[in-house]
């Protein structure tokens, strides 16, 4: 279970919009709209494996699939292809959150910050975000997308894969983006998760449906009802949230 959480962040955001990206091109290559399966050799058209550019590569192992997030500029255009918001509708996500100006939120798996204009945007210049994500690299492309768009509220941390390493009733908000599913231990994450909300706050996870074709293999996707059982569990009200999202579910877990 630890090797699933080693790719806590990153890996998320990468299997769905690779996947997605991998259907865009098949499609065009005249598959009559249908993705054709994706060959593990080689990983073509799903992972994209490049030299080393920079010292101290990042590079992770899971389900026998080795992956580089050093080069965070490549992955960071295909994380923010601006086809994204079509089917990730960020302000639909956002606005389901019921974000108030002043309030603290963090996004967890954050990668590339691709939530953090969004969510920013909602809190106001008296809230503050944090773009949380265990991998280095990640986190100072964060760091170096804050600086460059001024946002004085907005911060990027890197924490451990088995905690988030939260301040004690700190947010009013946290989301999870294309990653729960691979949380270990995702009870007791949760409960941490729980012990960093306010009175009133909530947690939101937004993951792929069982009927998506984009996101990970099926046999490691998580249906609302698991997601909202694992809430209970920890003590968190989990309920699921109507949306558009075509290929997504939103789940929150409430105080």
Same mark, same amino acid.
């Given at each position: ?12 955001? !990468?299997?769905? *919009? ?33 030299? =080393? ?10 389900? =026998? ?31 389901? !959150? ?48 804050? %600086?460059?768009?001024?946002?004085? %509220? ?6 451990? !894969?088995?905690?988030?390493?939260? %301040?004690?009733?700190?947010? =009013? ?74 290929? %997504?579910? *939103? ?5």
């Amino acid at each position: 279970m630890n090797r699933l959480f080693r790719w806590f962040g990153a890996l998320g955001l !990468m299997i769905g *919009i690779l996947g997605a990206w991998g259907c865009k091109r098949n499609a065009t290559e005249g598959a009559g709209g249908a993705s054709k399966p994706v060959k593990k050799k080689g990983h073509k058209g799903m992972h994209h494996h490049g030299k =080393d550019h920079h010292k101290g590569d990042v590079k992770y192992k899971h389900h =026998d699939m080795q992956h580089d997030f050093s080069d965070v500029k490549r992955y960071a255009k295909i994380f923010d292809d601006p086809a994204r918001k079509a089917w990730q509708k960020p302000e639909e996500v956002v606005t389901k !959150m019921q974000i108030k100006p002043g309030m603290a939120v963090a996004d967890i798996g954050a990668g590339t910050g691709y939530f953090l204009p969004f969510l920013q945007s909602a809190v106001g210049e008296k809230g503050s975000v944090e773009g949380l994500d265990i991998n280095g690299p990640m986190v100072q492309h964060m760091k170096e997308r804050i %600086q460059k768009a001024g946002w004085s %509220q907005v911060k990027a941390r890197q924490v451990k !894969m088995d905690d988030p390493q939260l %301040q004690a009733a700190s947010l =009013d908000r946290v989301l999870i983006v294309n990653t729960w599913h691979h949380v270990a231990n995702r009870v007791e994450y949760a409960k941490k998760l729980k012990a960093g909300l306010k009175p009133g706050g909530a947690v939101y996870i937004v993951d792929f449906t069982m009927e998506a074709k984009r996101g990970p293999n099926k046999k490691h996707r998580l249906e609302p009802q698991q997601v909202i059982k694992e809430f209970a569990e920890a003590g968190l009200k989990g309920r699921l949230i109507p949306s558009s999202l075509p290929d %997504q579910y *939103i789940v929150e877990g409430a105080l």
